[in-house]
C-alpha cells in the first residue's frame, strides 16, 4: 500500500469511527438548546470537524426519532430553528454515554 492509499484508508476508517460518535456528541451538546449553525461551530471549535451536510440531516433524523425537540424563534431579521434534547433524548444521551465510557475502558485495556 502507497502512502496516498494509506492515507485515504485511514481517513475512511477515522470518518467511520467518528461517524459512531457523533450522535453522542450532537445530544450532549443540546442539553441547552441551539441553532444549527450555534451547534455547528461549537463542535468545529472543539475539534470535531464536522459540515453541514453532516450535521443537517443528522438533526432532523434524531428529531424525527424522537430525541431532539426543535422550535423557529425570530431573532432579528430572519428565524433561526433551535434544536434542544427531548426527555426521551436525555434518556437515549445517558444510556449511549454509559456505553460509550465502559466501551472506551474496554478498549483502553486491549490496546495497552
Known amino acids: ?7 485515504e484508508l485511514f481517513n475512511k476508517l477515522g470518518q467511520e469511527l467518528r ?11 443540546l442539553e ?15 475539534n470535531f470537524s464536522i459540515t453541514q451536510d453532516t450535521l ?13 425537540q426543535s422550535e423557529w424563534i425570530l431573532e ?12 426521551d433524548g436525555e434518556q ?3 444510556q449511549l454515554k454509559k456505553y460509550w ?3 472506551n475502558s474496554t478498549m483502553e485495556g486491549i490496546i495497552r
Open 32 to 46: 441547552k438548546q441551539k441553532y444549527g449553525y450555534e451547534l455547528l461551530k461549537e463542535m468545529n471549535d472543539a
Open 92 to 94: 437515549m444521551y445517558l
Open 19 to 29: 461517524r459512531g460518535v457523533l450522535v453522542i456528541a450532537v445530544l450532549s451538546l
Open 101 to 103: 465510557l465502559e466501551q
Open 76 to 87: 432579528g431579521s430572519r428565524p433561526r430553528k433551535y434544536y434542544s434534547t427531548s426527555e
Open 56 to 68: 443537517y440531516p443528522l438533526l432532523r433524523r434524531l428529531e424525527e426519532q424522537g430525541l431532539l
Open 1 to 7: 500500500m502507497n502512502i496516498e492509499e494509506s492515507k
